[in-house]
């Protein structure tokens, strides 16, 4: 038997953008206690506030069109739901690269507003000489990066600074620290950053990243936002697949069969990943995962329509996975030819392990 069965993996799709949501709410939180020390703090506040209100808003929308909502048992309507449903991520995705760069640019107003109060409050002595005053900037900064930064304009422009007054200076050094990165440069270091941090324990999802990543040819904010919005896509369909194939081993050595880990692989340029299972009789289950979330399932060995028990089995065991899924919409039926084939292929296998 060979049938095709769509998968409707919906805890998995809000779980993934539920995350990005709540690290974007996150990241604009901790701004709050920059704007603090900021004159005129309540325009970056409110910002603030809107950015999360908007956040909260999506992440509950999309919770109340996926795992809240009521799916129907009917194949057709089912497959309609999944259109819906990835259209529907779609959408989310592109604001949320939208609203992940909002909150990028906030920061960087922010921190560029903080530094010049730094500076503005710093207690400079008129005694110092030009290593005093160095010594000073430095000092003023928590951040290592902008301390080699202060410290290597100091070194490359002591023949001009040595004849600037001590507000010149701290002028043209805030200057510097504002100005020799541009606003791509620097959102394209808070979103890589800001990802890593993220998934930090998906190995997977940050070889993707590098993937889309070194596909940049500019930092063209345009073109950053559709390296993070073709990111999201992969990302999210390869962790939603990635939790499918395990529960897919689950269930199918649930009902007997043996899964041996090197019969699960992966075939990138045809985006499937294929699963074989056998049973100790030398019947056979093949499963192919695609990328749009759909599986090919085909059962060979079998008498007649026996393989349906199995095949009703291994479906019942993904319901109790979470794993919501259409009834077949494809089916066709083969003469069994090769049962003793797999059988034989087993048995020697087993006698190599045991000599």
Known sequence: MTAEEILLNCEKHFSFISNEIDS?????KKLLENCKKINNSDFYENKIDELIKKLIYEKEDFKNSTINRKLEKDTHIAIETYNEI???AERKRDLLVELKFQAFALKNDIVQKEQELIFKSLNINKDYGLKDLENTLINSQND??????IQNYFANKKEILVNKSHEQIIELVNQE?????TNEDILRKELVSNAIDLYKNDKESLDILKEEINKLQTNNVQDLKKV???FLYKAEKETIRRDNINKIVEAIKSIGYFVDENNIRKIKEKNIVLIHAVKEDGKSADFAVKFDGSIIYNWEGFE???????AKAFLEKLRGFNIKHSEEYKKVYRKPDFDKVERTKLIIKKQKKGS
């Not at 290592?144 to 930064?149: F, G, N, P, R, S």
């Not at 620290?177 to 990165?181: F, G, H, I, Q």
């Not at 007649?304 to 199995?310: A, C, R």
């Open 24 to 28: 974007i709410i996150n990241y604009v």
């Open 86 to 88: 990835q259209k529907l």
């Open 144 to 149: 290592d990066y902008k301390k080699v930064k």
């Open 177 to 181: 620290l504002n100005t020799s990165e």
């Open 228 to 230: 993070f919005k073709d």
């Open 304 to 310: 007649n329509h026996e393989h349906d028990e199995d």
